[in-house]
C-alpha cells in the first residue's frame, strides 16, 4: 500500500502547529499582563495585585518549557517534512528564524533575572522595568516568526532563476507587503487570549469558592484589557480583510463563499453548501463584504471564480473564518457587557451567569486563535510560498513520515499531560488566598504609638 506521504506531511505539521499556537500565544500575551499587573501594585500600593504578578509569572514559565519544545519541533520539522521548501527558501527565511530565536534568549534571561529579584530592589520600579524586556522579547519572537509566513503568503525580496532565488534580500523579504496586517492581527490576538485565559481563571474560581478581593480584582483589570484588545482586534481584522482583498482574493472570495465577481458583495454569514455550490440557510448583509474589503459599499470584489479550479482554496475556511470572527466579536461584546454591569450600580456585574459566561470565554478565546490559525494556512492552499511552490512540490517523499506523526502525537500527550498536572500542583495547593495570608503573617509588625512592645 502507498504512503500518501504529502497528506501525512501536512497533518505532523498541523498537529505540531496546532498544539504550538496555544503555547506561542500564551508566551506572547501573558507577560504583558504580569507587567500590567505588577505595575498596578505598585502604583497602588496593593499586595493583591502584586501577588497576581508573582503566581502568573510561575505559570508562565510552565508555558514557556512547553513553548520551547514544541517551537523546536517546528524548527526539526521544517528540514525533515518539508526538505524542498527549506531547499528553496532557506537562504530567504533565514534571518528572521535567527532573529526569533534571539529574541526568545533575550526574553529567557530577562525572566530569570524578574523571578528571582522579587523584593531585592529598594524602589519597586526597577524590579518592574525587568518586564518591559520580556514583553518586548515575547512580542519580537512573534513578529519574526509571523513574517516567514507573511513571506509564505505574500513572497518577496528576491528574484527566481532557474527554479532559485537569488539575489535575495532578507529585510525586504521580512518586510513583505502581508506582514504589518500579520503582525496586527497574531500580536492582538495573543494579548487579547491571555486577558481572557486570566479574566475565565478568575471567574471560575468565584463561581467555585466565592467572590474575593484578589479574584474581583483580578477579574476587573483582565476584563478591561479584554475590551481593549477586543477593539483593537476588529480593527486588526478590518486591516487584514482589506489587505486579502488586494493581495489574496481568492483566500477571502473562499471564506466568504464569494463566486462572482460583483460590486456591492453581500457578506455571507453562516449556512453552508450544496452539491451544486448553492448556498442554504445563511445570512447575507446586503453591500457589507464590499464595505469591508474597500471601504466602499458599491466597490468590485473578485470571485472565486476567477481562479483556476486547480488554485482556489478549500471552501471550508468559510466555517473557518466565521468562527474566528464569531468569538472576536462575542469577546468584544461580553467585555463591554461587564462594564455596562459594573457601572450601572443597580446591576450586579457579578452574577453567576456572567461569570459562567466569562469562564467560558477562555477556551472560546483559544479556539479562536487556532481557527485563525487554520484559516491563515488552509486559505493559502495550494500553495506553501504563493505563486511559486505548491504544498506537494515542497513535502518529504520519505515514508517515515507516518512514523514521525505518531511520535509527535506521543511526545505532545505527554507534554500536555504534565503541563496540567503541574499546574494543578502549583495553583490548587496554594490558592490564592492562602499565600496572601501567608504574605501578611510574614510582615512585621509596625511598632506601636508608645514606642513598642517594650515601652
Not at 527558501?89 to 534568549?105: H, K, Q
Not at 483566500?251 to 458583495?265: I, M, P, Q, S, V
Request: aromatic content about 12%; some cysteine.
Amino acid at each position: 500500500m502507498e504512503i500518501d506521504t504529502v497528506l501525512w506531511s501536512r497533518l505532523v505539521t498541523g498537529l505540531t502547529l496546532g498544539f504550538h499556537v496555544i503555547f506561542a500565544t500564551l508566551g506572547v500575551g501573558i507577560p504583558l499582563m504580569i507587567a500590567i499587573a505588577e505595575w498596578m501594585g505598585i502604583r497602588k500600593k496593593d499586595q493583591h495585585y502584586i501577588l497576581m504578578a508573582k503566581r502568573w509569572s510561575r505559570g508562565f514559565v510552565i508555558s514557556v518549557a512547553v513553548g520551547v519544545v514544541t517551537g523546536t519541533a517546528i524548527s526539526l520539522q521544517l528540514a525533515l517534512v518539508w526538505p524542498n521548501f527549506m531547499k528553496l527558501a532557506g537562504n530567504v527565511i533565514a534571518l528572521p528564524l535567527f532573529m526569533e530565536v534571539f529574541a526568545f534568549f533575550f526574553e529567557a534571561i530577562f525572566l530569570g533575572i524578574y523571578l528571582y529579584t522579587w523584593d531585592r530592589f529598594k524602589n519597586p520600579y526597577i524590579h518592574w522595568l525587568l518586564t518591559i524586556p520580556i514583553v518586548a522579547g515575547a512580542g519580537m519572537s512573534a513578529v519574526f516568526i509571523t513574517t516567514v509566513n507573511g513571506f509564505m503568503n505574500a513572497p518577496g525580496g528576491f528574484v527566481m532563476e532557474a527554479g532559485q532565488f537569488i539575489a535575495v534580500n532578507p529585510v525586504q523579504a521580512m518586510l513583505n507587503t502581508a506582514t504589518f496586517s500579520k503582525v496586527f492581527h497574531v500580536l492582538s490576538s495573543a494579548y487579547l487570549t491571555g486577558a481572557a485565559l486570566l479574566a475565565g481563571i478568575a471567574a471560575f474560581a468565584m463561581l467555585r469558592k466565592g467572590v474575593s478581593a484578589y479574584h474581583k480584582k483580578g477579574l476587573n483589570l483582565m476584563m478591561a484589557v479584554v475590551l481593549l484588545f477586543s477593539l483593537l482586534n476588529t480593527l486588526a481584522g478590518d486591516v487584514s480583510a482589506k489587505f486579502l482583498a488586494e493581495h489574496q482574493p481568492e483566500k477571502l472570495a473562499a471564506a466568504e463563499w464569494h463566486f462572482e465577481t460583483e460590486r456591492g458583495a453581500d457578506l455571507v454569514l453562516l449556512g453552508w453548501l450544496n452539491a451544486e455550490h448553492e448556498i442554504i440557510g445563511a445570512l447575507h448583509l446586503p453591500k457589507i463584504l464590499s464595505f469591508l474589503a474597500f471601504g466602499d459599499f458599491n466597490a468590485e470584489v473578485t470571485g472565486l471564480n476567477e481562479f483556476p479550479i486547480d488554485e482556489r482554496p478549500p471552501l471550508l475556511v468559510h466555517y473557518l473564518f466565521d468562527s474566528m470572527a464569531g468569538i472576536g466579536f462575542t469577546l468584544l461584546m461580553i467585555s463591554s457587557l461587564y462594564f455596562v454591569l459594573l457601572f450601572w450600580k443597580k446591576r450586579n456585574e457579578l452574577n453567576k451567569w456572567m461569570l459562567r459566561i466569562i469562564a467560558l470565554c477562555a477556551p472560546l478565546a483559544f479556539l479562536a486563535v487556532e481557527m485563525g490559525w487554520f484559516y491563515a494556512e488552509l486559505g493559502r492552499q495550494p500553495w506553501i510560498i504563493r505563486g511559486y511552490m505548491r504544498v506537494e512540490e515542497a513535502a518529504t517523499s520519505s515514508p517515515s513520515v507516518r512514523i514521525l506523526f505518531f511520535v509527535f502525537l506521543l511526545l505532545y500527550i505527554v507534554l500536555g499531560t504534565i503541563c496540567v498536572l503541574v499546574l494543578r500542583r502549583l495553583f490548587n495547593n496554594n490558592p490564592a488566598e492562602l499565600e496572601m495570608e501567608k504574605w501578611l503573617k510574614e510582615q512585621p509588625e509596625p511598632p506601636s504609638e508608645k514606642g513598642g512592645p517594650l515601652s
